[in-house]
């Protein structure tokens, strides 16, 4: 069945240092989509992308989609503690299960201030 | 924006008895909500997907005469986890996809239900 695979698992970075994060499916995407789980809290949309190569902003995060529509990153620029949480990069299943969504295992972000 | 409220947000039970969940979506309605189990520092595990007015799909594994999931209507789902045990122990989020949107459309979850069991 549809795998997403997340990495890294953990990411221990300096206050201001950049971060990424990568997602990779096994199989071609629809789209995928980008959560941000703050440590004790619930998981939030953070956003979504379809277009091959698409790329998208938000403040000092940015986000991208690859050609083939198999990988996905998010970078944050300048990390502050407020980024602290754990991303979770989410596709839809294949075949008649596209309407479920399958979370990678996320990558848990940690800020040293 | 649409918010989806799940209730309890904590709660102990002993072994053996049943414990409900709810979940409503307030100011939107959802055909299909999700529930999911998330053991600590792990990923979301998609146990069953709730479908309003029919029977709930599960995912292999779960056991559904176990954790029983009701969709009364188009704002509420119940779960509820029946002779509970220690090993189910867990935070169990839903979430809910607005009825306006697409199968690709993005999911709104509940706060959470952290279960634990003695």
Not at chain 1, 11 to 35: A, K, M, P, R
Not at chain 2, 46 to 63: D, F, I, R
Request: glycine residues 10%.
């Amino acid at each position: 069945g549809q795998q997403v695979m997340q990495i890294p698992q953990y990411q221990h970075v300096q206050e201001g240092e950049d971060f990424t994060t990568y997602c990779n499916s096994s199989t071609t995407l629809s789209n995928i989509q980008w959560y941000k789980q703050r440590p004790g809290g619930h998981p939030v949309f953070l956003i979504q992308l379809v277009k091959s190569g698409e790329v998208k902003k938000q403040k000092r995060l940015t986000f991208q989609f690859g050609e083939a529509k198999k990988n996905s990153s998010l970078h944050i620029t300048a990390t502050q503690t407020t980024d602290v949480g754990t991303y979770f990069c989410a596709g839809p299943g294949s075949g008649g299960s596209n309407y479920k969504l399958t979370f990678g295992k996320g990558t848990l972000l940690t800020v040293n201030p | 924006g649409a918010v989806v409220s799940q209730h309890p947000s904590w709660v102990i039970c002993k072994s053996g008895t049943s414990v409900k969940i709810e979940c409503r979506s307030l100011d939107f309605q959802a055909t299909t909500m999700f529930w999911y189990r998330q053991f600590p520092k792990q990923s979301l595990m998609l146990m069953a997907t709730s479908n309003e007015g029919s029977k709930a799909t599960y995912e292999q594994g779960v056991e559904k005469d176990k954790f029983l999931i009701n969709h009364a209507s188009l704002t509420l789902s119940t779960l509820t986890v029946t002779s509970a045990h220690p090993e189910d122990s867990s935070f169990y989020i839903c979430s809910a996809r607005e009825i306006t949107g697409g199968m690709d459309s993005p999911l709104h979850f509940g706060n959470g239900t952290r279960l634990t069991v003695t």
